[in-house]
């Protein structure tokens, strides 16, 4: 039996709707896959630089405690070569002291600066991906030209105003770690001795 062929693309049009909703399903669900990936990645990646700048922290003021140690110990030694005694050699020993430590407290400043910047960063990648998830799933609703090329308009406009955000906000706390280090070099400049 012949069928006819408004039957035959009446029948059609589900199967392909049908079809639209499993490939709108499956890159929906690979979108999320993508996501939470890149969450964990961001997450460690996160964590990784935390961990790093605890170290560096931790490094430099070991190494500046050591200096400080080898500077005290060699006090007579160093005095002698260079013919420094009493008073004279205390205070260059001082001032060593304190030019250290003006180091070792504006390192710890911009690190636990640099923490803040970098989690700034995450925190935009995050949220962008998040959106792109969203945005997606809109574009997969649109059922023309001029929706899709509005709404790919809206999300390059979303993007850079949300980039521009966190470019401000890193650059506003890298002048404050900036001014905090000055201030503590400062500061350790003018303590008394």
Not at 140 to 162: F, G, K, N, Y
């Amino acid at each position: 039996m012949a069928t006819n062929p408004r039957q035959a693309e009446h029948e059609s049009r589900p199967t392909a709707h049908e079809t639209t909703r499993k490939v709108a399903e499956e890159a929906a669900q690979a979108s999320r896959t993508v996501a939470d990936a890149a969450d964990r990645t961001m997450r460690a990646g996160a964590e990784a630089v935390r961990r790093n700048a605890d170290r560096l922290g931790g490094t430099w003021r070991s190494g500046s405690e050591a200096a400080n140690r080898i500077v005290e110990r060699s006090f007579d030694q160093i005095g002698q070569l260079f013919g420094l005694t009493g008073d004279t050699a205390r205070q260059t020993v001082r001032q060593t002291s304190g030019n250290m430590r003006a180091l070792v407290d504006s390192t710890t400043i911009m690190v636990g600066g640099l923490q803040d910047v970098a989690a700034e960063w995450m925190r935009f990648a995050q949220s962008r991906m998040e959106q792109n998830l969203d945005h997606f799933d809109r574009l997969l609703e649109c059922r023309s030209l001029p929706q899709h090329l509005a709404l790919q308009t809206q999300i390059v406009r979303d993007h850079l105003e949300a980039f521009l955000h966190s470019a401000r906000l890193t650059s506003e706390r890298s002048t404050q770690i900036a001014d905090e280090a000055v201030r503590s070099v400062s500061e350790s400049s003018l303590a008394p001795e």
